[in-house]
């Protein structure tokens, strides 16, 4: 089992930055690939990015290619995502999600944090 808990959520004017972290349980985390998600209000939850275990592979949304970046610290059982630039449309819940393998772009991830509220304001 592997539990994941978000943080560094908040409200950003446009063009600002944040940075969220994942924090996770479990011995495996390193063995794990790690992925942020979104859901805004009344759409469907979104791929953002993702990176392998090795940390070696990291794939984006290409709507965030280039102002976001994830990372992890295995150490630290963290992941993190780096948001700068952001605009009014990254407004949504943020979510972590961890699966053993490789990378993929679907839901398909086997434990999933409870969200973390970012809000940009324009």
């Known amino acids: 089992q592997v539990q994941l808990v978000e943080s560094g959520g908040g409200l950003v004017q446009a063009g600002g930055s944040l940075r969220l972290s994942c924090a996770a349980s479990?011995?495996?985390?390193?063995?794990?690939?790690m992925a942020w998600f979104r859901q805004a209000p009344g759409k469907e939850r979104e791929f953002v990015a993702a990176?392998?275990?090795?940390?070696?592979?990291?794939y984006y949304a290409d709507n965030v290619k280039g102002r976001f970046t994830i990372s992890r610290d295995d150490a630290k059982n963290t992941v993190y995502l780096q948001m700068n630039s952001l605009k009014p449309e990254d407004t949504a819940v943020y979510y972590c999600?961890?699966?053993?393998?490789?990378?993929?772009?679907?839901?398909?991830?086997?434990?999933w944090g409870q969200g973390t509220q970012v809000t940009v304001s324009s």
């Open positions: 999600a961890a699966k053993p393998g490789v990378i993929i772009t679907t839901y398909r991830y086997d434990y």
């Open positions: 479990g011995r495996t985390f390193s063995t794990y690939v």
């Open positions: 990176i392998s275990w090795s940390g070696g592979n990291t």
